[in-house]
């Protein structure tokens, strides 16, 4: 912001470096739940293993999880004043 970037811009940035990070994570969620599900599919009672309706809610919690957490602090940290920042330090 010191250089001259927009509040939108520099949160719209922390928001979707944020998100690319669940991102990333989610899959490999994904991908290990499909890996563990055959180990757990013995101890599962009525429950299909494979159950989309879970993972799709799972992962859209997740996701607006993490939106919440970097879009929140992003928004609070672009309305300080730059010159206030500089002079802190």
């Known amino acids: 912001?010191?250089?001259g970037a927009e509040r939108q811009t520099v949160t719209?940035?922390?928001v979707r470096?944020?998100?690319?990070?669940?991102?990333?994570g989610v899959a490999c969620g994904l991908v290990a739940s499909f890996a563990a599900m055959r180990l757990m599919s013995s101890l599962?009672?009525?429950v299909s293993p494979v159950d989309?309706?879970?993972y799709a809610a799972v992962t859209a919690?997740?996701?607006a999880?993490?939106?919440l957490a970097c879009y929140l602090p992003s928004r609070?940290?672009?309305?300080v004043d730059p010159v206030h920042a500089l002079r802190a330090e």
């Open 52 to 54: 989309p309706v879970t």
């Open 61 to 63: 919690g997740v996701l």
């Open 17 to 24: 470096d944020g998100l690319w990070l669940t991102g990333v």
């Open 1 to 3: 912001m010191a250089l």
């Open 44 to 46: 599962l009672f009525n």
């Open 65 to 67: 999880t993490a939106c």
């Open 12 to 14: 719209a940035l922390f």
């Open 76 to 79: 609070r940290a672009a309305t």
